[in-house]
């Protein structure tokens, strides 16, 4: 079965500083990947999306996320932090017919 | 194009009632999943709806059903709530689903509060 794992449920970054959040899949067929951002009472929005074209995804907001088969991960980087980031991000994987997500990390961005 | 909306936002109910969640996807998209957002479980998917037919379900009781209509549009119901029931209840739509890599957009969610 598909799925992924988050590392670190809470991020704290400065604003400017660099945002790294962590994601690893496992999966036994070529992995479609997911980053969902979710603020505050609101449903979930789709940052960018991994399906075998690029293994370096550019998304909204200035995020990218780069998929490394050797480490099976697939993080979700951002160079400099905008008070406006702080959320709660998911990582997600398709199964086939569902998503399956990750925990969850809240991301902090500090002044 | 307007996105996924849910309706309503908010709900609050007491145990052993039962209450209908609707959704009314992309237009053009014929797939329809719902998902279970809580502080605990995380997201967990419920069902998935294609064509008037329940496609794919997860794994909860049967308390838990849905339907969709020919418009596309869906709701789900859940019965017999139990306090364990209180979430976010997301919605989302794809053009014919996930079997073919698509990407799913998610409405706003309704929040259920069980007393």
């Known amino acids: 079965a598909q799925s992924v794992t988050q590392l670190g449920s809470h991020v704290s970054v400065s604003e400017g500083a660099l945002v790294l959040l962590r994601c690893n899949y496992s999966s036994s067929v070529p992995p479609y990947l997911f980053w969902y951002v979710q603020y505050p009472n609101q449903g979930l929005q789709l940052l960018l999306k991994y399906t075998s074209a690029a293994t370096l995804v550019k998304g909204i907001n200035g995020f990218e996320a780069e998929f490394k088969k050797s480490e099976t991960s697939f993080h979700l980087t951002k160079p400099s932090a905008h008070m406006s980031d702080a959320a709660e991000y998911f990582c997600a994987i398709n199964s086939g017919y569902a998503l399956n997500f990750g925990k969850g990390t809240s991301l902090l961005v500090t002044p | 194009k307007a996105g996924v909306t849910q309706t309503p936002r908010y709900l609050i109910k007491t145990r052993g009632q039962q209450v209908t969640l609707s959704c009314s996807p992309i237009?053009?998209?014929?797939?329809v999943s719902w998902y279970q957002q809580t502080p605990g479980q995380g997201l967990q998917f419920l069902f998935e709806y294609f064509s008037e037919t329940q496609r794919n379900k997860g794994n909860f009781p049967g308390r838990f059903s849905g339907r969709q209509f020919s418009n596309s549009r869906s709701e789900m119901n859940v019965s017999t709530l139990e306090l364990g029931d209180s979430a976010l209840y997301l919605c989302?739509?794809?053009?014919?689903?996930?079997?073919?890599?698509?990407?799913?957009?998610f409405g706003p969610g309704t929040r259920l509060l069980v007393l």
């Open positions: 237009s053009g998209h014929r797939s």
């Open positions: 989302a739509s794809s053009l014919v689903g996930l079997v073919t890599q698509e990407t799913q957009y």
